[in-house]
C-alpha cells in the first residue's frame, strides 16, 4: 500500500515593492529613533558645554558656540566650585539622605511585599487596599502636618528628618511594586524550600531576595533618583545651613544673580552621580522592566 502526502506549498515570498518598503520602513524607523535620542539628550550636552566655558562667553553667547571656538573651553568653572565649600558639602549631604532613604524603602518593602504576598495574617487583603490608597495621596498634602510632626519630635530642618519623610512617601509604591513581583514566585519552589526545612527568614533572603533582584533594583534606581532630585521636600524640611545639593544650587542664584558659572558645573556635577547609578544598575533595570511586561 502506498501512502500520498498532501501537497504542501512553500510560504509566499513577500513582492519586491513591499521587502523595499520594510526595509525602509526600517531604517525611517532607526532614523526617527536616533534623532529623538538626539534631541533628547541637547540639553545634557549643553549644560556639559556651558560648564566648561567661561563666565563672559556664557553672557555673550550661547552653547552652541564651543562648535566654531573651541578654544572657549575651560575647566576654570570647576575649579571654581571645587573651592566652593557650601556646595560640595551639600553633595555630601544629599549622598547622606538619599543613600538610607533608599535603602530603608528597599529592606522595608520587600519585608511588607513578601509578607502582603506569601504570609496569611487578618487584615491582609485590606491592609494592603490601604497601601495601595497611600499612592494617590500626593506630598503637598502632607507638608504642613508632617512639619508640625517632626517640630514637635524635635527633628524638623534634620537629615534625619527628611530621610525619614521620604521614606514614608516611598513605602506605597515599594510594597505595591515588590508584593506583585514576589506573588508572581511559584509555589511549588516556596513549598519545597519549606519541605527542605527553611524557615521564613532563610525562605525570605535565600529564595525571595535572589529571585526579586530585577524588581529591587528598578525600586532602587526609581527611589535614588526621586530622592537625589528632590527640591521641594529638601527645601522644607533639611537645614538650611546644611542643605542638599538642589537646595545650595538654588541659594546660589538667590545670593549671585549672576553666578552661572558655578550653576551650570553644579548642576552637572549633581547629575552626574544619579546618571551613573543608572548605568551601574542597567541590567537589572531592564529585567526588572520586562519581568513586569512580561507577567
Known amino acids: 500500500m502506498t501512502t500520498t502526502h498532501p501537497h504542501t506549498t512553500a510560504p509566499a515570498r513577500p513582492s519586491l515593492p513591499a521587502r523595499i518598503a520594510a526595509r525602509a520602513g526600517g531604517g525611517l524607523l532607526r532614523l526617527f529613533l536616533v534623532l529623538t535620542g538626539l ?8 549644560l556639559l558645554l556651558s560648564s566648561l566655558r567661561d563666565r563672559s562667553d556664557i553672557a555673550a553667547s550661547g552653547w552652541w558656540q564651543v562648535f566654531v571656538h573651541p578654544a572657549q573651553l575651560t575647566t576654570s568653572s570647576y575649579s571654581t566650585l571645587f573651592h566652593n565649600s557650601k556646595v560640595i558639602h551639600s553633595l555630601l549631604t544629599t549622598a547622606l539622605i538619599t543613600v538610607p532613604a533608599t535603602v530603608l524603602v528597599i529592606l522595608i518593602g520587600a519585608l511588607a511585599g513578601y ?8 487584615g491582609r487583603d485590606g491592609w494592603f487596599m490601604v497601601v495601595v490608597g497611600l499612592l494617590v495621596v500626593p506630598v503637598q498634602v502632607a507638608l504642613i502636618p508632617v512639619a508640625k510632626l517632626f517640630n514637635a519630635l524635635g527633628i524638623f530642618e534634620t537629615t534625619p528628618g527628611v530621610v525619614l519623610f521620604h521614606t514614608a512617601f516611598g513605602l506605597p509604591f515599594a510594597v505595591f511594586l515588590l508584593r506583585n513581583f514576589f506573588a508572581e514566585i511559584p509555589r511549588e519552589l516556596l513549598e519545597a524550600a519549606r519541605l527542605d526545612g527553611a524557615g521564613e527568614l532563610r525562605l525570605f533572603t535565600r529564595v525571595v531576595l535572589p529571585l526579586g533582584g530585577p524588581a529591587i533594583a528598578s525600586l532602587g534606581i526609581f527611589q535614588f533618583l526621586w530622592v537625589w532630585n528632590d527640591m521641594l521636600v529638601a527645601l522644607i524640611f533639611a537645614d538650611s545651613g546644611n542643605p542638599p545639593i538642589t537646595v545650595a544650587l538654588q541659594q546660589q542664584v538667590r545670593q549671585f544673580g549672576d ?13 552626574v552621580v544619579p546618571l551613573a547609578v543608572f548605568f551601574a544598575f542597567q541590567r537589572q533595570f531592564v529585567s526588572g522592566v520586562m519581568a513586569g511586561a512580561v507577567k
Open 39 to 46: 534631541l533628547w539628550l541637547t540639553p545634557t550636552v549643553g
Open 259 to 271: 553666578n552661572v558659572d558655578i550653576l551650570a558645573s553644579g548642576a552637572f556635577l549633581s547629575m
Open 115 to 122: 509578607a502582603f504576598a506569601w504570609l496569611d495574617f487578618p
